[in-house]
C-alpha cells in the first residue's frame, strides 16, 4: 500500500516547514550545557538483569551473614492488641474496671500501627474496639461516682 503523499516511488515526501517553524540562524544553546553543543548530552543505558550470587559464591568471597540479620522479629503483637480489645470491650459492658486494660489495648494497636510487618487491619480493630471500651469503661466510672455522690 503506498502512502498517499509519495510521488509512485513508495517513498514518502517530505516537505520543508514554512518560514513561521524554521530554525534560527546560528547553534541554539541548550540548558545545563555550555554553548556549542549539537547533540544532547545523553545516551542510551545498558539494561542488562543483575545475577545474584549463590551461597558458594558468598562462602568463597569471605563474607558471611552476622548473626543478627539471620535473626528475625517474629513477635506479633496485633493478636494481643484486638485479643486485648475484645476483652476491656466485654467487660465495660457490664463494670467500669476494665479501663487498665483498654488502656493497655489502646497502647498495643498504636505500637503495632508503628510496626511495618503488622496486620493493620488487626491493629485498627484493636484501636478502634480499645478506644470504645475505655470510653464504656468511662461511663461506668462517672455513673458510679455520681450514684456514690462523689460527683455532683
Request: no cysteine; glycine share 8%; charged share 20%.
Amino acid at each position: 500500500m503506498t502512502d498517499p503523499r509519495s510521488e509512485g516511488s513508495g517513498v514518502p515526501r517530505v516537505e520543508r516547514p514554512s518560514a513561521e517553524v524554521e530554525h534560527p540562524e546560528g547553534t541554539a544553546s541548550m540548558p545545563g550545557a555550555a554553548k556549542g553543543y549539537a547533540k544532547l548530552p545523553t545516551a542510551p543505558v545498558p539494561v542488562e538483569r543483575e545475577r545474584v550470587p549463590d551461597a558458594a559464591e558468598f562462602a568463597a568471597s569471605g563474607w558471611a551473614p552476622s548473626a543478627q540479620a539471620e535473626h528475625a522479629d517474629d513477635a506479633r503483637l496485633a493478636p494481643w492488641a484486638l485479643f486485648a480489645a475484645i476483652v476491656a470491650l466485654a467487660t465495660s459492658m457490664f463494670v467500669g474496671w476494665g479501663i487498665p486494660v483498654a488502656i493497655v489495648a489502646v497502647i498495643a494497636a498504636i505500637r503495632t500501627l508503628r510496626r511495618p510487618i503488622e496486620n493493620r487491619a488487626m491493629a485498627i480493630w484493636a484501636l478502634v474496639l480499645g478506644v470504645f471500651a475505655a470510653l464504656f469503661s468511662t461511663g461506668w466510672l462517672i455513673w458510679a461516682a455520681m450514684q456514690f455522690e462523689i460527683l455532683g
